[in-house]
Each structure stands twice: as structure tokens, then as C-alpha cells.
């Protein structure tokens, strides 16, 4: 059963709870996400929370427990607006508290970012994972997106990059 949860975007004064959330999966991606780029998950969330087309979306608990350090917060998807083209954008990131997982908030969270996006005039959303991370297939695929291209072992050997997308606003 889903809890109680507001889904809301972030904001500028969310840094510190968006950070420590990705620093909690941050060992669920391939490679970890605080190996990616420079400044790792910080620079990451800055840069995200700054740009008028980047944000998250987030869902969190209505009632939290005042000792957690998260504030909540038990899910978040994070995109980019007008990726490639003005009517596209780019999901960066899709993750689920370990706690939460299976309750169905990370499908509830994504239906509430397409609508969203839809709304402010995207038709296709681009995102991409890894060929071992059979959950998050599973998910895509449910969801309704499809694998347009595959880069062989870009992630080490055996394990490829899959690149999907999905046109808004069609019938599944």
C-alpha cells in the first residue's frame, strides 16, 4: 500500500535532502553516480537545482518521522527540459528509498513527471540504464518505453548501456 505522500519539484532550499537521498542509492547505479563527472553527486544536485530546465520531483511522506535524516523524502525522479529539442527532455535519475521499494511510488512519481512534462509542452522523454539492472527494464518497459539504440560495454565489459525512449501523450 502507498503511504501518505506529497509529490511536488524541489527547490534550491532542497540541496542538502536531495543529496543525502542520493548518496543513500547512489551503489544501486552503474557505475555509482559519485563516480560520474566532475565534483561527483554534489555538483551533480547544484546544478540540477539551479537550472531553470533541470529539477526533481520528488515524493515524500506527508507525516515524517522527525528523526529521519531525509525529511521524508522516499523517492525521486530528476530530468532535464528541452534535452536535445525544445519539445524533449532527458529522465537523469530514478530512484526509490530501499525501504519503499515494491509499493508502487517510483510508477506513481513517474506518471506524475510525464503528465507534468506534457503540460509544459514535452512529447518525448529519453533516458537510459544498464543491461544488469533488470528491475529498471522491467519498470521501462511497463511504462511504456522502448530500446532505441545499445552501446556495447560501455560500462565495463558485459555490460551495455540501453538507451530507451517513449512519445508522451500516445496511446500505449
Given at each position: 500500500?502507498?503511504?501518505?505522500?506529497?509529490?511536488?519539484?524541489?527547490?534550491?532550499?532542497?540541496?542538502?535532502?536531495?543529496?543525502?537521498?542520493?548518496?543513500?542509492?547512489?551503489?544501486?547505479?552503474?557505475?555509482?553516480?559519485?563516480?560520474?563527472?566532475?565534483?561527483?553527486?554534489?555538483?551533480?544536485?547544484?546544478?540540477?537545482?539551479?537550472?531553470?530546465?533541470?529539477?526533481?520531483?520528488?515524493?515524500?511522506?506527508?507525516?515524517?518521522?522527525?528523526?529521519?535524516?531525509?525529511?521524508?523524502?522516499?523517492?525521486?525522479?530528476?530530468?532535464?527540459?528541452?534535452?536535445?529539442?525544445?519539445?524533449?527532455?532527458?529522465?537523469?535519475?530514478?530512484?526509490?528509498?530501499?525501504?519503499?521499494?515494491?509499493?508502487?511510488?517510483?510508477?506513481?512519481?513517474?506518471?506524475?513527471?510525464?503528465?507534468?512534462?506534457?503540460?509544459?509542452?514535452?512529447?518525448?522523454?529519453?533516458?537510459?540504464?544498464?543491461?544488469?539492472?533488470?528491475?529498471?527494464?522491467r519498470f521501462y518497459q511497463r511504462m511504456g518505453y522502448g530500446v532505441y539504440s545499445v552501446i556495447l560495454n560501455d560500462?565495463?565489459?558485459?555490460?551495455?548501456?540501453?538507451?530507451?525512449?517513449?512519445?508522451?501523450?500516445?496511446?500505449?
Amino acid at each position: 500500500m502507498i503511504p501518505d505522500l506529497v509529490i511536488r519539484e524541489t527547490t534550491e532550499e532542497d540541496y542538502c535532502r536531495v543529496l543525502r537521498f542520493i548518496e543513500l542509492v547512489d551503489g544501486d547505479f552503474c557505475p555509482p553516480l559519485s563516480q560520474r563527472g566532475d565534483g561527483g553527486i554534489p555538483a551533480r544536485v547544484k546544478e540540477s537545482l539551479s537550472k531553470a530546465n533541470s529539477n526533481y520531483v520528488v515524493a515524500q511522506l506527508t507525516q515524517p518521522d522527525p528523526a529521519d535524516f531525509l525529511e521524508g523524502l522516499v523517492a525521486m525522479v530528476g530530468f532535464t527540459r528541452k534535452w536535445q529539442y525544445q519539445d524533449d527532455a532527458y529522465i537523469n535519475f530514478l530512484g526509490t528509498h530501499p525501504s519503499y521499494r515494491k509499493q508502487g511510488i517510483a510508477e506513481l512519481l513517474h506518471v506524475r513527471l510525464e503528465d507534468m512534462l506534457f503540460e509544459r509542452g514535452v512529447n518525448r522523454l529519453y533516458l537510459c540504464t544498464w543491461s544488469g539492472n533488470k528491475a529498471a527494464i522491467r519498470f521501462y518497459q511497463r511504462m511504456g518505453y522502448g530500446v532505441y539504440s545499445v552501446i556495447l560495454n560501455d560500462r565495463g565489459r558485459g555490460i551495455n548501456t540501453l538507451n530507451y525512449r517513449k512519445r508522451l501523450g500516445a496511446k500505449q
